[in-house]
């Protein structure tokens, strides 16, 4: 699984910093035994939807938060077609926009 061994340390709490997280949440794409164990054989915990189930897994909670993340993001043109060059400055409209999403949020919650 050269993906999951390629994502870097994470710091957070003291000491040694993680190397892997905990869950590996996946939709049904992924759903086959030679996934599951090879993502238990390196120790974390597989969350992989089943196919053919309903969608009461509650993974679709998550995945709506993202997708929903995705479309806001893509309301500013400068995101939505990368004119910069430069990843600083890429990542300093990204930051840009995050914070106009979270402020008119915030707003609408205001207002009720």
């Known amino acids: 699984m050269p993906l999951i061994q390629a994502v870097p ?11 892997r997280p905990d869950r590996l949440y996946a939709d049904r794409g992924y759903d086959h035994d030679t996934y599951r164990r090879q993502v238990r054989a390196v120790g974390i915990t ?4 089943r196919r053919g189930t309903e969608h009461g897994s509650g993974l679709g909670v998550h995945r709506w938060v993202v997708e929903q993340s995705f479309a806001l993001l893509h309301w ?3 995101l ?3 004119w910069e060059i430069r990843d600083d400055i ?3 409209f990204l930051s840009l926009a995050c914070s106009i999403i979270c402020w008119r949020r915030l707003r ?3 207002l009720c």
């Open 46 to 49: 597989p969350v992989i939807a």
């Open 108 to 110: 609408n919650l205001a």
């Open 76 to 78: 500013f043109r400068r």
């Open 9 to 19: 340390p994470v710091r957070g709490r003291r000491g040694r910093p993680r190397r």
């Open 80 to 82: 939505r077609i990368r």
């Open 90 to 92: 890429h990542e300093a």
